[in-house]
Nanobody, 128 residues
Framework: QVQLVESGGGLVEAGGSLKLSCAAS????????MGWFRQAPGKEREFVAR????????YYSDSVKDRFTISKDNAKNTVYLQMNSLKPEDTAVYYC?????????????????????WGQGTQVTVSS
C-alpha cells in the first residue's frame, strides 16, 4: 500500500505564494507519476498538475499554468506544488495522488481514475 500525506496548506492573501508537499511512503512506482488535484466547496475535484517520477515530465491545467510549478525529490519520495500569484478562485482542498500502474506512451494522466492512491488533502484559502 501507499500512504500520501499532504502539508503546507494555509491562508494567504491574493497574489501571495504557498508551497505544498506530498510525502509518499510504501511502494514506489518508478514508471508512473504523481498528481495534484483540488476541490472547492460545491465543486467537483479537478486536475491541477502531474509529474512523472522518471524523466520528470510535467503537465498543468490551463488555469494554473505559468503560476504553479510541480516538482519532485525522488530520494525523498516527495512531490511539491509551488503556487504563486494565488487567486481567490484557487481556494480549495488540495489532494495529491499516486498512480500505481505504469504509464504508456502518450498517456497524460489528468483524470481522477488515472490514480490509485490519495492523500487526505490540505486546505488552501486565498483571501481577496
Amino acid at each position: 500500500q501507499v500512504q500520501l500525506v499532504e502539508s503546507g496548506g494555509g491562508l494567504v492573501e491574493a497574489g501571495g505564494s504557498l508551497k505544498l508537499s506530498c510525502a509518499a511512503s510504501g511502494r514506489t512506482f518508478s514508471n508512473s507519476g504523481m498528481g495534484w488535484f483540488r476541490q472547492a466547496p460545491g465543486k467537483e475535484r479537478e486536475f491541477v498538475a502531474r509529474i512523472f517520477w522518471s524523466g520528470g515530465s510535467t503537465y498543468y491545467s490551463d488555469s494554473v499554468k505559468d503560476r504553479f510549478t510541480i516538482s519532485k525529490d525522488n530520494a525523498k519520495n516527495t512531490v511539491y506544488l509551488q503556487m504563486n500569484s494565488l487567486k481567490p478562485e484557487d481556494t480549495a482542498v488540495y489532494y495529491c495522488a499516486a498512480r500505481a500502474r505504469p504509464i504508456s506512451p502518450g498517456m497524460v494522466i489528468v483524470t481522477q481514475k488515472a490514480y490509485d492512491y490519495w492523500g487526505q488533502g490540505t486546505q488552501v484559502t486565498v483571501s481577496s
